[in-house]
């Protein structure tokens, strides 16, 4: 039986831009980027799970809003069922806690960062490839 693990990302959008983090050096898939977010706990809904990991990793307080896109990707052990959430900031200055670093790019520069597999097909799926 293979491992299957939930993952909730943020969308945040601003002036057209969207906020993507780098992953740490010593996380899996070091230093790709990524939409911010992390697994969800048990016990825990989506929404709970993506505020926690953003305050956690970018001591940010965010209001999470509609599910925007969902996919499915299977890693060589385990497989991932990601959500992205659409998310609305509403404080903190962003962090570098648990992420290397952050950009807000439009959606032509995102080809311009290296991110993990499934976050490629969330990729694919905001810009309607």
Known sequence: MRRKIRVVGAM????????????SPRATLPLLWEFPGGRVEPGETDEEA?????????GIEVDVGPRVIHVEHGYESYDID????????????????????????RPHELDDYEFPAADEKTIAKLLGL
């Open 12 to 23: 945040r959008e601003k002036d057209g831009r969207y906020l993507i983090t780098q992953r």
């Open 50 to 58: 993506l505020a926690r990991e953003l305050q956690e990793e970018m």
């Open 82 to 105: 990601f959500c992205v959430y659409r998310c609305r900031h509403v404080g903190g200055a962003i962090q570098h806690i648990g992420v290397n670093d952050h950009r807000w790019v």
